[in-house]
């Protein structure tokens, strides 16, 4: 096979369905911008947006805007547009509040479905924060309860009639190794046990079906491929099905089927409202919702086939460019089995991606030694994979992630 | 006694301390602003700020703002500068989250503190979030726990050794009746009980001292008179006595002791960030930093004086001017026993809000038929109160507001 050249990888750029998307991210200059899968880059819209809540909404309509601009529906207005990105109907998403604490109120829901049960499964090496939480919800309600995990290959049998509740997350944060959706609810229903999905590294980059796989509970995050800004709200599905059965225990006023009724009792409102809590953060929901808008016109798959086309690229590229370097994949070879990124193993992976991100590539690092690279086709082109690949060869080849400049640990992330 | 004119309540603003404070905010044109004690006003600095988070610190600093923005502390900077408003120390609180899920957090937290005691003590008709979520930590949490609660005078006498936690709401959010938070938290004490106090409707409004009362736990909100803006992030304070032991059920993490050493078990942080629970909201947070800021040359004592000072004029020219309208105090005639906002009643309180907000002076309604005014003496002026005054004057005489336009009820708030 015929090594690729750089006018190669332009060349697959020439038909993008998304250069209109594209213009619309503000990404600084000579950036090549490769974590999406972290922190979604800044699109136009969520600035304008920003300022417009801030100002207008906030500033002049004040108080009125609960009514006037709609403040009131957000977090079921913006769940309704979540919604057609992963298979969930309108109505059974709803954004508010953290992933963390999203998965704590379905969690904790899930689990009082099924009294008598004493196992919630979920697996070693998760995101931390869904075993975390997971313990805290252990560690708080009402029954005995206890997180058990396993190796990603020993769930499924680990499922039995002990089992509440499987958490599990899609997409795995650094291996980028993808569940079989359908395959473990499936697991998890034919042990009379509930489903909860945490799709934080697959909304917005990997096709999901949450109602095709007949899923029960999903979280899912605001700003990573939902480009929602730092710290955006992030969301929470209920299957319709259990919606009127489902008590959460995080349960504020905005959460109440007549919140402005003032009344002492808590009556769950009627439909998925009542996974809310307390007051909607309105300028980060509001600038998320911008930020979702840029995907009304586009279709998943296509996100998906080109999403698989850059990482796909991005190997061979490694393998062409990089060999003999010591990187080695961490990720599935099988583009089939992974999500929207690519992580490497180096030892020297942290001093590697401060090289990288002093040459304006910008992907992460995520101890103890796994450099991880998104591929988020609304914003990234082929040629930008081959400029990132070219700028890891050279740097791998003089050695430049040797200099004490980039081996210095800073204090976070 | 001489009736006042409004050339008595301009001289009153002449020596105003807060003059300077009050150009910083971006009220509407020909807006008298009542109702701060809801959702406070724009501040020049805010809007700038949160363009500056937007476009510059996410959108050129990315995911490198975690460290060279500040973004990682700012929950804590954020809580070390309310410290100060409440009597706090710096690292006793942190900013997250709503002030729902904050109450949630601080009363669990507190009942395990108390193992074996079985009530959770709060008021009948606190604000209803308040007991909405007691509700859930009683209907989730793992020992057997029951919400009672009772009214206002009958409470210091319920608290007894039985008493896990006692949850009061400093200022009551209808008739700013305002505990005393010395005798009621040492109630508490003396039954071994511990003690939370909701500042919602104090913080930024009247003088606080948590560490003074000896409190327990505490929480407030962001967006009331502290300015950040709607649905702005939530405090709550932890004394410093209790954070060694402190477990909070909503362990994300970013209550983590090293959140980015992504290790499969729980690790409460060491001090008032094991509070925390997901990716603080930065925008949000942001936002209210600057508003936060605007207090740091405040002296509250000044503060609750120029509130008692409003306030007291507003009953004045009520009596002097609205005598006969059938309006009635809700609120206590005693300045000392109140917070900053007067609650009136009248049947026709609704309608007589919309028609007051229809000639610029915005207050709330809450059900069944109280009006609030909100005293914030860094933007309103004696002068300003008696506008607002003679514009309830002149809808009452008038009956302004029986109009169809006025008595029509809108969807929300």
């Not at 081959?386 to 800073?410: C, G």
Request: aromatic fraction near 8%; charged fraction near 20%; include cysteine.
């Amino acid at each position: 096979m015929t090594k690729l050249t750089r006018a190669d990888c332009a060349a697959m750029d020439t038909e993008s369905p998304f250069a209109a998307h594209r213009a619309q991210f503000e990404l600084p200059q000579s950036c090549i911008y490769m974590n999406g899968n972290s922190l979604g880059p800044l699109i136009r819209a969520c600035r304008e947006r920003a300022a417009a809540t801030v100002a207008e909404e906030w500033g002049v309509g004040l108080i009125r805007s609960w009514n006037t601009a709609g403040w009131y529906d957000l977090p079921v207005r913006l769940g309704d547009k979540i919604a057609r990105l992963i298979g969930a109907q309108a109505s059974e998403v709803v954004v508010a509040d953290s992933t963390s604490a999203n998965v704590f109120k379905v969690a904790a829901a899930a689990a009082a479905l099924r009294p008598g049960r004493r196992k919630i499964i979920s697996e070693k090496g998760n995101f931390p924060t869904d075993l975390y939480v997971l313990d805290g919800v252990c560690r708080f309600m009402g029954e005995t309860r206890e997180l058990k995990t396993f190796d990603r290959h020993e769930i499924i049998d680990a499922i039995d009639d002990d089992t509440a509740v499987v958490v599990l997350t899609h997409v795995h944060y650094v291996t980028s190794e993808m569940f079989d959706m359908v395959a473990v609810t499936r697991a998890a229903h034919d042990n009379g046990a509930l489903m909860v999905w945490d799709l934080s590294h697959s909304t917005g980059a990997v096709s999901v079906d949450l109602n095709g796989a007949h899923a029960d509970f999903a979280v899912g995050c605001g700003y990573k491929y939902l480009n929602g800004g730092p710290g955006a709200p992030a969301f929470a599905f209920v299957a319709k099905r259990h919606l009127p059965q489902v008590r959460q225990p995080l349960s504020g006023w905005f959460g109440h089927a007549n919140p402005f009724a003032f009344v002492d009792d808590f009556t769950p409102a009627d439909g998925i409202r009542r996974l809310l809590c307390g007051t909607p953060p309105i300028i980060g929901a509001s600038v998320l919702e911008a930020a979702v808008d840029i995907f009304a016109d586009v279709d998943m798959v296509t996100v998906r086939q080109t999403s698989i086309s850059l990482s796909e690229l991005f190997l061979r590229l490694i393998e062409e460019r990089c060999d003999g370097f010591g990187l080695s994949l961490v990720s599935p070879a099988d583009a089939d089995a992974r999500g929207s990124h690519i992580s490497l193993a180096h030892e020297q992976g942290y001093a590697i991606m401060q090289a990288l991100i002093a040459r304006g590539v910008i992907g992460d690092f995520r101890a103890p030694h796994f450099i991880r690279f998104g591929f988020t086709p609304l914003y990234l082109r082929h040629v930008d994979v081959w400029d990132a690949v070219e700028a890891l060869r050279d740097i791998m080849e003089t050695r430049a992630y040797a200099s004490p400049a980039f081996t210095h640990r800073q204090a976070v992330t």
